[in-house]
T-cell receptor, first 110, second 117 residues
Framework: QKEVEQNSGPLSVPEGAIASLNCTYS??????FFWYRQYSGKSPELIMF????GDKEDGRFTAQLNKASQYVSLLIRDSQPSDSATYLC??????????FGTGTSLTVIP | GAVVSQHPSWVICKSGTSVKIECRSL??????MFWYRQFPKQSLMLMAT?????????EQGVEKDKFLINHASLTLSTLTVTSAHPEDSSFYIC?????????????FGPGTRLTVL
């Protein structure tokens, strides 16, 4: 089992809809979780991180964490074509590196 | 805040030459920097972890004599691809970890696209 797993997609949603991206992790002791967005040909950029169970909102983005079920999700409300990108879930290791998921490709259709 | 730069943004070189890529944290001190490589439509692959003032830790399968990493200061790490070959052509990305409050957050540079002819 991989440390961090994501559905590779592609995920397509119409403009204005809610995009839901999911990530599961294997280490029950993980404490923090990160979401990055990567546009084609560009480097990843941090969207948000979450430490506590429940929801964390930042603008149109909401991260949801459920440690008991070992999943973290990212919701994008009012999806825009500019949100079309690959979304990476990352979980720190004990060595301060990241386990990255393979990423979910999102396409927002105008 | 938390801006990381890379230079150059792209480079084309002949097979057999060496290429140096710089990674700088512009507005914070980074005790730890990371070097990744990404091939088209593939995931990020961690190459090495670079700690200021000490030798880099390389991931399994990454040749340390080919990919020389130097982290001479808290704001600069360099990756030198020695005797580059066409198979080294890739997108090289660095990231820096801001150490404050034990944060694991990594901030990525814009990447360097290397093409070896």
């Amino acid at each position: 089992q991989k440390e961090v797993e994501q559905n590779s997609g592609p995920l397509s949603v119409p403009e204005g809809a809610i995009a839901s991206l999911n990530c599961t992790y294997s280490d029950r002791g993980s404490q923090s979780f990160f979401w990055y967005r990567q546009y084609s040909g560009k480097s990843p950029e941090l969207i948000m991180f979450i430490y506590s169970n429940g929801d964390k909102e930042d603008g149109r983005f909401t991260a949801q964490l459920n440690k008991a079920s070992q999943y973290v999700s990212l919701l994008i409300r009012d999806s825009q074509p500019s949100d079309s990108a690959t979304y990476l879930c990352a979980v720190p290791t004990t060595g301060n590196q990241f386990y990255f998921g393979t990423g979910t490709s999102l396409t927002v259709i105008p | 805040g938390a801006v990381v730069s890379q230079h150059p943004s792209w480079v084309i070189c002949k097979s057999g030459t060496s290429v140096k890529i710089e990674c700088r944290s512009l507005d914070f001190q980074a005790t730890t920097m990371f070097w990744y490589r990404q091939f088209p439509k593939q995931s990020l692959m961690l190459m090495a972890t670079s700690n200021e003032g000490s030798k880099a830790t390389y991931e399994q399968g990454v040749e340390k004599d080919k990919f020389l990493i130097n982290h001479a200061s808290l704001t600069l790490s360099t990756l030198t691809v020695t005797s580059a070959h066409p198979e080294d052509s890739s997108f090289y990305i660095c990231s820096a970890r801001a150490p404050a409050s034990g944060s694991h957050t990594q901030y990525f540079g814009p990447g360097t696209r290397l093409t070896v002819l």
